[in-house]
């Protein structure tokens, strides 16, 4: 289990109160947990606040299905294949939360005082009346979340009896001899379960009866808690509805099922990279646009395995890659500032091609395949920056002799310095000005890209050794 941080920082700190009776003098309401989520959702809503910060490409599709499900109060499950942000949309769930909540000080379910659930603390209510204590939950510790995995137990998830318990001399049927798992500890929050279908039958159907009836059943007696508890899972397409994994009663208890998708315009997938990626160096827009156009085209093609998708992941790994590259080059040779540059893309396919699922039949074409889309987003940048751009001179240059040299160590001074002179043309400059590049390091990336339209346009030649790349 792991508890997300919420996208928020906390802006307050918890109340003073300490006990029940200062709680009801304080006029404090008490909401079910998912009254709580829509009046909070509602609010920002009507505030014009964005209850989901940080997801892009979502806006219009799956978030007003999520925002539907949660204003009706239903449990959902996010279907999608990896990398399209369910996770990430489960966790930005903590906003919709009271930053702060009162809990009975030292409940081991973090019960509401107005609402005792257990035996224990309904016991403790009754002889402490208005100085019953209370302690304060921030939201963050509400959202919990569990990966299924084949070995996931009841225990785990509900609750087993506690043989240390027993043996203080309680008998079997004593409610507290129970060690809770993780659902009735989430009561009052949010229980989160990624890859649900990883969950073996016995313990799906160990999950029926807290979903609907919201009882839990351990070792053969039934022990009755009002739980409030909102569960939300992910789950891939294929796993949920082709293999039969998920028991068709627990289907049933999910009042929402929504599916995701990888982003649809290119402005999203490349907020998502920039947003996500950890990034030692300067990488160029344009540098992360051939990334986020590569991942489209790899989500395209028929020599990839769609149905385990492309994730964005892919993309992001891309970006910090290219970036250490960079920053390599620019360790070893002395520059100045650290930026990527299209010579560094050719290290990204080295090291991401593991991250792809190809047909069985294109064996052995791997790197084939990914060069091609590589070049074909090299292709498609080239054009939507460049247009109306006139490159003969520079074509001129290179066919009469003069040739560039770049290269994973050549630097950005030293490619500046050996590029073909133009005469009184103001080419390089109208390139530059298309990237708004302020650096020699940017120049130099708006300058090779250029080149590498052409090369891609079979405008001029490119010769490459690993080490050094010739144009000319």
């Known amino acids: ?104 000080d030292g409940s081991e379910l973090g019960e509401h005082p107005f609402d005792p659930i257990t035996v224990e603390s309904r016991r403790r209510a009754a002889e402490l009346g208005d100085e019953l204590p209370v302690a304060w939950r921030h939201r963050d510790e509400r959202y919990s979340e569990k990966l299924a995995t084949p070995d996931t137990s009841v225990a785990d998830l509900i609750g087993d009896v506690d043989p240390m318990k027993v043996a203080e001399g309680r008998s079997l049927g004593d409610p507290e001899t129970i060690h809770f798992g993780l659902i009735p500890r989430s009561h009052r929050g949010i229980v989160a379960i990624n890859e649900l279908p990883d969950l073996a039958e016995r313990i799906q159907v160990a999950m029926l009866n807290v979903m609907e009836e919201r009882d839990i059943q351990i070792r053969g007696y039934v022990l009755r808690l009002p739980l409030d508890v909102l569960v939300v899972a992910s789950a891939n397409p294929e796993d949920y509805t082709n293999r039969g994994r998920i028991i068709t009663p627990l289907k049933d208890r999910f009042g929402a099922e929504i599916r995701t998708h990888y982003p649809v315009e290119l402005d999203a997938e490349v907020a998502v990279i920039r947003q996500e990626a950890e990034l030692v160096a300067e990488v160029p827009d344009a540098i992360i646009e051939i990334l ?175 080490a050094e790349t010739v144009y000319g």
């Open 1 to 104: 289990m792991s508890t997300a941080t919420s996208s928020s920082p906390s802006s307050t700190s918890a109340p003073a109160i300490t006990t029940v009776g200062e709680l009801r003098a304080a006029g404090y309401e008490h909401k079910p947990l998912r009254v709580e989520i829509r009046d909070n959702l509602l609010a920002a809503l009507r505030e014009g606040r964005d209850p989901w910060p940080g997801l892009h490409g979502l806006e219009n599709t799956v978030i007003p299905q999520l925002e539907r499900a949660l204003l009706a109060g239903h449990d959902v499950v996010l279907l999608g294949e990896r990398g399209q942000g369910k996770t990430r949309l489960l966790r930005t769930m903590i906003g919709l939360l009271d930053e702060w909540t009162p809990v009975i």
């Open 292 to 466: 986020a156009r590569f991942t489209r085209n790899l989500r395209e093609s028929s020599a990839v395995d769609q149905r385990s998708g492309v994730s964005a992941r892919f993309a992001i790994a891309g970006a910090e890659t290219i970036a250490a590259a960079a920053l390599h080059r620019a360790t070893v040779q002395g520059e100045d500032a650290a930026v990527a540059r299209v010579v560094d893309l050719e290290t990204a396919v080295d090291v991401l091609g593991g991250k792809i699922e190809f047909e069985s039949g294109e064996e052995g074409r791997e790197t084939e395949i990914l060069t091609h889309l590589l070049r074909t987003a090299t292709a498609e940048t080239v054009r939507a920056h460049f247009r109306g751009i006139d490159f003969a001179l520079l074509v001129e240059a290179i066919e009469n002799g003069q040739m560039v040299t770049t290269g994973e160590q050549v630097t950005a001074r030293d490619f500046l310095a050996g590029l073909p002179r133009l005469g009184e043309s103001d080419l390089y400059d109208q390139i530059c000005d298309r990237f708004a590049a302020k650096s020699d390091g940017e120049s130099a990336a708006a300058i090779e890209l250029a080149l590498e339209g052409l090369y891609l346009a079979r405008k001029i030649g490119k010769d490459s050794d690993g």
